[in-house]
């Protein structure tokens, strides 16, 4: 269990870090992290610090895909979650 908790704050850890520079980058006009690499994070457990960080500097806010994908990936790792603890 413990294993389980450093891993999903790693994870949230560096896929906040990745939307946080995504939006540096996009102010500076620089080349962006693609948006599957973003993705690919959030659904490795990073989406809850993902949409929090997005929410904080309004990244990401209006793309559907992330509108829809974060969400979807909080619900497949709770349903995991709760499939492996029953």
Do not use: S
Request: glycine share 6%; aromatic share 12%.
């Amino acid at each position: 269990m413990i294993t389980a908790a450093v891993y999903y704050i790693v994870v949230n850890a560096a896929g906040a870090a990745l939307f946080a520079a995504d939006k540096r980058k996009a102010r500076l006009g620089k080349w962006r992290i693609q948006e599957k690499t973003l993705l690919l994070w959030a659904f490795a457990g990073a989406a809850p610090l993902m949409i929090l960080t997005g929410r904080l500097i309004r990244h990401k806010t209006r793309t559907l895909v992330f509108r829809a994908g974060m969400p979807a990936a909080v619900l497949i790792h709770a349903g995991f979650w709760i499939w492996m603890l029953m």
